[in-house]
């Protein structure tokens, strides 16, 4: 049963512990602020709304802080106080910094975004939108029980859909939102009655209380339990844009609004992971030998497909560059499932779970980076092909230099020291659960994505074909690429503070 079902649940409203729940509580405000104040701004000083926006997401990011101190937790059930809807532990706290930076760096490039007359995009819904599913998306890794879980991701799904599809007269625009739709409807769906059929065998939504009594089902049940968990983790693959549910990507990478394209590859995921990981390692660490296997397959197939797609932009004039960064996040998912699955096999779980959480935090960083990169050249060349990169040394050499270095941290190449210790973190997991075979398909897939990375990166420094184009970054757009930019360098000085910002406890 849930919180609110319990006797004297009254109570709860007294006991709300305001300071865990503040980073998705200010996304939320503000979010509802902005909208009411766009119907009083005028067109003038619709700008305001974003820098608002861009503060609020600050401030969300910024009261993580406070709760570093230990682990705090709320809505919890009046007579045991250990079985909480809300917990804000190490695991949260981590997943919360990928979202909220992930959206303000995504903020940051939309404020230059909606002053481009191409677009087309209201300001006050924009940006409700934005902070909406940016509060979901904090939300759900905070989520222990199943009824939080799916509302949290639906928050922070539901905006994502209008953001794709929110270029008024946009034919590419309204095709990704429809099947970026349609296959996210599909996943809540199935994810749905995977979490039903859970609910019946256990009687309970709280994850802690369904890894308990899950064990103890009654031998009737056993084949409506399985099904449960083999519904959920497809629902989950959906949104992971795991191999073969990952057909929306691409498309909808390419018809959304640049910045949006950007938040999905890296919060969408953060989302999509977060919860695969709170139904697998915390709920059902009984039915590791289901979810095991099916992860590790997943893992496999998805980082093949992803890397080979992108493989396939490499002599095409007509793909775009957002494109073979949407194949390539197909990719790196695979990699990022790798630890889930390890998980299975480790008697370390909270160790791989932790090497998921170092990739996710480096691919963030240089992911964003490079779609900051692209917003750069697309208010040029909207078109964004991966021709137009050719030369852009000649003209803008820090620019070039950095974009080269946020390709080879994906690589995994140096000078990009954070994405290769982040990827033999992840080798290490696969190895060390027994995943012999995983860890030698990962290799391969490592060695086919150096060359469509090394390609792009070395036609930025050929000679340019005619006349040579100019970028000019505007503050917002630079700001976001030197914030990246900051990070991965950082982070390539002492890669080894990834990983222990990364060591989460989850029980």
């Known amino acids: 049963m849930s919180a609110l079902a319990q006797p004297g649940a009254a109570s709860l409203v007294q006991s709300v512990d305001w300071l865990a729940i503040a980073p998705p509580t200010i996304a939320a405000v503000v ?11 005028g067109e003038r000083r619709k700008a305001l709304l974003g820098w608002v926006s861009v503060a609020g997401l600050a401030a969300a990011a910024l009261m993580l802080l406070p709760l570093l101190d230990g682990d705090r937790s709320t809505f919890c059930l009046t007579g045991d106080p250990d079985v909480c809807s809300y917990t804000a532990d190490r695991f949260t706290l981590v997943i919360q910094f990928l979202v909220l930076g992930g959206a303000l760096l995504t903020a940051l ?45 639906e928050v922070a799904s539901l905006p994502a859909f209008a953001l794709v599809g929110l270029k008024y007269g946009d034919r590419r625009s309204s095709e990704a939102a429809l099947k970026f739709f349609l296959s996210s409807v599909t996943a809540t769906a ?15 939504l709280y994850l802690t209380e369904i890894a308990a009594r899950i064990q103890d089902v009654d031998g009737q049940l056993g084949t409506l339990v399985q099904t449960g968990v083999v519904l959920t983790l497809v629902g989950f693959a959906f949104k992971t844009a795991a191999v073969p549910f990952h057909f929306w990507v691409p498309d909808t990478y390419v018809g959304a609004p640049l910045p949006i394209a950007a938040y999905l590859s890296v919060v ?19 039915y590791a030998d289901v979810w095991g296997p099916a992860l590790a397959a997943l893992a496999a197939l998805t980082m093949t497909v992803g890397n080979v ?11 775009s560059a957002v494109r073979l960064l949407a194949w390539s996040s197909v990719g790196q998912a695979g990699y990022l499932l790798v630890p889930i699955a390890a998980a299975a096999y480790s008697g370390d779980p909270e160790r791989s779970v932790g090497s998921t959480l170092a990739y996710a935090l480096m691919y963030a960083a240089v992911n964003l980076g490079a779609f900051a990169v692209a917003a750069l050249v697309a208010r040029t060349k909207p078109r964004n092909r991966l021709t137009d990169y050719r030369g852009l040394y000649a003209t803008n050499p820090l620019t070039a230099l950095l974009l080269a270095f946020f390709l080879l941290c994906l690589a995994g190449l140096p000078p990009g020291i954070i994405g290769l210790f982040a990827k033999v973190t992840v080798f290490s997991a696969a190895v060390d659960a027994g995943l012999g075979w995983l860890a030698v398909v990962m290799a391969a897939n490592v060695v086919i994505a150096l060359y469509y990375y090394l390609q792009w990166t070395a036609l930025l420094f050929r000679a340019p074909e005619g006349e040579p184009t100019a970028y000019r970054a505007p503050p917002p757009v630079t ?29």
């Open 309 to 319: 797609g992108a493989l396939r932009q490499r002599g095409t004039r007509a793909y």
């Open 479 to 507: 700001a976001a690429i030197a914030l990246t930019a900051v990070i991965g360098i950082a982070l390539s000085g002492a890669p080894q503070l990834v990983l222990r910002f990364a060591d989460t406890t989850l029980f």
């Open 109 to 153: 490039l939309s404020v230059t975004a909606l002053k481009d007359a191409r677009e087309g995009l209201p300001d006050g819904e924009y940006w409700f939108l934005l902070l909406c599913s940016a509060a979901g998306a904090a939300l759900l890794p905070a989520s222990r029980d199943l009824a939080t879980l799916i509302v949290a991701l």
């Open 31 to 41: 979010g509802l602020a902005v909208l009411v104040a766009d119907l009083f701004v």
């Open 268 to 286: 969408g995921k953060a989302v999509g992971f977060s919860g695969l990981i709170l139904v697998t390692v915390i709920a059902l660490p009984s």
């Open 190 to 204: 199935v994810t749905l009655l995977g979490v039903s059929f859970l609910y019946a065998s256990t009687g309970t």
